[in-house]
């Protein structure tokens, strides 16, 4: 974001919230650490933001500020990163200018059929003006040039280059260290970049599959747009809120992945009221891979095994081969950490392991395969560099007793195969959950994608797990996350961005969130707090009978309702804006698609929620409200119909939810307009805030 222009109403700009992971510096300046400088929006006229950065570093850290600056942000908004101590950093937050200063910390990457499986067909209406929408991440076959109103350049280099599909690319670093083993380039040397870009808007490309597993048509969302791809940095938290903030005011939605630190509440990383937050559901496949044992007993859960095991071999546990020459115990082994394990002692054997790794230890050490416990990973399945075996623990308490059972115990690990999941779309263990952790009445996550087990495309400068030692390079690799949910809703952003190019970014997330489809309250037991609005539509999102629309001034009005201030609030905006009472919006009043009530433990409470909402579905149309929910919650529309005479006319209404001493930690209802063709969803969520989210 930070590198472009103001970008005209038709660029979609897609956040995938994927990362180069950046250091901290040390070496002579041992107590400086990175931070992020942010000066709000960029000066006016002909004042050089360069300058600014410069002259206030300068200040804190004297006449050598220069040899401390990082980078600079100087297009979509004014900062810089720079290697302060504790003491220069607080001396910046306090001086005028600066909005707000934060250590640059390392983010997390959050990480084919699941389009069909939210009923988005290859075959679904398409518009041409498709094609002339930027994704913000490979044949150009049948592409054109790019648009004459595209102003992007592409950072080329001996492993990379653009074209008439990926028209765009620039990587960004910092500290200006790349490491050895990764690329001064805009390539991805690790995956997960290429696999959310093709999720979004890679080619349809047929008989893909990752060894022969979840074979079938490979298809982004939407398959003719055209792709920038920017391999950036970005710090903890604000960056992002902050940069979407820009990104908003430029007519560009920017969809976070919601973050996968479930299912703990109040654990959703990505936030913002002018971002989309996404959480992972799962589609209708897993990915099951059988142990058969040598006394006739089978067991099969989730994994990705890749590789064929013909044969019985011997099977050894990991506590039974410590490697004692390199002062290895059982302790050790019997977790099959890397060096633990004796080699002329399991070089040829399936060894069974105590903890969940990665492979290494028992790969290292010659093994033919390996069993390890899921701790808990029933819904999802991993790839390892040796075939590889994941049970629930009590199974694997069953082969070690088969192992002591017997002088001779053996095994054999099959080749995973694929199963239909009858219990999708749910919303797994791992997504970040609701509520909002720093406003409690705004509900969190916004909507939830598929997002397990999602094939897509791959790099090949990387093997499929990235473990040393694996030598199996793929085009197409099957991994989870919210960062696989997120570029299904970036995807399907710009498929509603196709049809209606002047809508704002409000006007395309409430499409998506009010055409999403409720999930099972018996699946998903964390109700909205899991997944928002409910799973994505695009195609009913293209046509969504009514939006909830907000821009910049609602922002604003929220900002100052939530004590932000003034002087900040100047900075971010870049106009004079003062904070009062005809500016000072509360939270419910904000044009949210959705509403939440947070209650205190044991007491009631009452609060009117006021919505606008703009006519694009029928010119002449009357809407009637349609209100559900538990005895707990009640829930008044005022006025309760809506009639309209024109496309572009708004209405005003009044939602007052009253909720009862609640038994329950959270509870949900809905209010649907619906005027016989359309029907305009939003849930309605009321929860008991407890002080430790």
């Known amino acids: 974001m930070g590198n472009m222009?103001?970008?005209?109403?038709?660029?979609?700009?897609?956040?995938?919230?994927?990362?180069?992971?950046?250091?901290c510096s040390g070496a002579t300046n041992i107590d400086r650490k990175?931070?992020?400088?942010?000066?709000?929006?960029?000066?006016?006229?002909?004042?050089?933001?360069?300058?600014?950065?410069?002259?206030?570093?300068?200040?804190?850290?004297?006449?050598?500020?220069s040899e401390y600056l990082l980078h600079s942000y100087k297009r979509s908004f004014n900062g810089f990163v720079a290697r302060l101590t504790e003491e220069e950093s607080k001396e910046l937050s306090s001086m005028d200018g600066v909005v707000s200063v934060f250590p640059n910390g390392k983010k997390k990457l959050l990480t084919t059929k699941s389009w069909d499986f939210i009923g988005f067909p290859l075959e679904a209406n398409k518009?041409?003006?498709?094609?002339?929408?930027?994704?913000?991440?490979?044949?150009?076959?049948?592409?054109?040039?790019?648009?004459?109103?595209?102003?992007?350049t592409c950072q080329t280099s001996s492993n990379f280059t653009c074209n008439n599909k990926i028209i765009g690319a620039k990587y960004y670093r910092s500290d200006g260290f790349i490491p050895s083993v990764d690329f001064a380039s805009p390539r991805d040397t690790e995956?997960?970049?290429?696999?959310?870009?093709?999720?979004?808007?890679?080619?349809?490309v047929s008989g893909a599959s990752l060894l022969g597993l979840g074979a079938g048509t490979a298809r982004g969302g939407t398959p003719s747009a055209r792709i920038a791809v920017y391999k950036i940095c970005w710090a903890d938290g604000y960056p992002i809120a902050i940069g979407a903030f820009h990104s908003m005011k430029n007519g560009i939605l920017t969809s976070n992945a919601g973050g996968n630190s479930g299912p703990d509440p109040a654990s959703i990383t990505n936030f913002s009221p002018w971002s989309l937050s996404v959480a992972a559901s799962v589609i209708d496949r897993k990915f099951l891979t059988a142990l058969h044992l040598g006394n006739n007993l089978t067991y099969e859960e989730n994994s990705l095994n890749?590789?064929?095991?013909?044969?019985?071999?011997?099977?050894?546990?990991?506590?039974?081969?410590?490697?004692?020459?390199?002062?290895s115990d059982a302790y050790y082994s019997r977790y099959c950490l890397e060096g633990s394990l004796n080699e002329s002692l399991v070089t040829g054997k399936i060894v069974l392991c105590d903890g969940l790794g990665d492979g290494v230890g028992a790969m290292s050490a010659g093994a033919a395969g390996t069993v390890m416990p899921n701790h808990g990973y029933t819904d999802l399945s991993f790839a390892f560099p040796l075939p590889t075996s994941c049970l629930d623990s009590n199974y694997t308490s069953d082969v070690h007793e088969y192992i002591n059972s017997t002088s001779t115990p053996t095994a054999n690990i099959q080749k995973t195969t694929e199963v239909k999941n009858e219990l999708a779309p749910f919303v797994v263990w791992f997504p970040s959950r609701g509520p909002n952790p720093i406003t409690r009445d705004?509900?969190?996550?916004?909507?939830?994608?598929?997002?397990?087990?999602?094939?897509?495309?791959w790099t090949e400068a990387s093997s499929l797990t990235g473990v040393p030692g694996d030598t199996r390079v793929v085009p197409y690799n099957i991994i989870s996350g919210t960062s696989m949910a997120c570029p299904h809703a970036s995807g399907a952003a710009a498929y509603v961005k196709s049809f209606h190019p002047t809508w704002s970014p409000a006007a395309i997330k409430s499409a998506l969130m009010t055409t999403a489809s409720r999930l099972s309250v018996e699946t998903n037991t964390?109700?909205?707090?899991?997944?928002?609005?409910?799973?994505?539509?695009?195609?009913?999102?293209?046509?969504?009978?009514?939006?909830?629309?907000?821009?910049?001034?609602?922002?604003?009005?929220?900002?100052?309702?939530?004590?932000?201030?003034?002087?900040?609030?100047?900075?971010v905006t870049g106009e004079n804006i003062t904070c009062s009472a005809a500016t000072n919006g509360t939270v419910w009043d904000l044009n949210y698609p959705s509403f939440a009530v947070s209650t205190d433990n044991g007491a009631g409470v009452t609060r009117t929620f006021t919505r606008t909402v703009t006519n694009?579905?029928?010119?002449?149309?009357?809407?009637k409200a349609n209100v559900a929910g538990p005895p707990e919650l009640s829930i008044q529309v005022e006025p309760s119909v809506l009639s309209f005479k024109s496309l572009g006319e708004t209405q005003t209404f009044t939602v007052t939810v009253g909720v009862a001493a609640l038994s329950s930690p959270v509870i949900s209802g809905s209010l649907v307009w619906d005027d016989g063709v359309y029907k305009v969803r939003s849930p309605i969520v009321a929860y008991v805030y407890d002080l430790k989210h």
């Not at 579905?617 to 809407?623: A, F, K, N, R």
């Open 5 to 23: 222009a103001c970008p005209p109403s038709w660029l979609l700009l897609i956040s995938l919230a994927c990362t180069l992971l950046i250091s």
């Open 34 to 65: 990175e931070y992020i400088v942010y000066m709000g929006d960029l000066p006016k006229g002909q004042v050089s933001a360069s300058s600014l950065q410069a002259n206030i570093l300068q200040e804190v850290t004297g006449s050598n500020g």
């Open 526 to 571: 964390d109700l909205e707090f899991a997944y928002g609005a409910g799973q994505l539509n695009p195609l009913l999102a293209a046509n969504p009978g009514l939006v909830y629309d907000a821009g910049e001034a609602d922002y604003i009005k929220f900002l100052c309702g939530q004590g932000y201030n003034t002087t900040k609030l100047h900075l």
């Open 191 to 204: 995956g997960h970049g290429t696999h959310t870009a093709s999720t979004a808007a890679g080619n349809v």
């Open 127 to 152: 518009t041409t003006t498709e094609s002339d929408i930027i994704s913000a991440s490979f044949s150009d076959e049948g592409f054109g040039p790019p648009p004459r109103k595209w102003k992007g």
């Open 442 to 457: 705004i509900l969190s996550p916004d909507i939830a994608a598929p997002g397990v087990n999602i094939l897509a495309a």
């Open 616 to 623: 694009v579905g029928s010119p002449v149309s009357t809407y």
């Open 306 to 327: 890749t590789f064929e095991m013909n044969d019985m071999v011997p099977l050894i546990y990991g506590g039974d081969a410590p490697n004692t020459s390199a002062g």
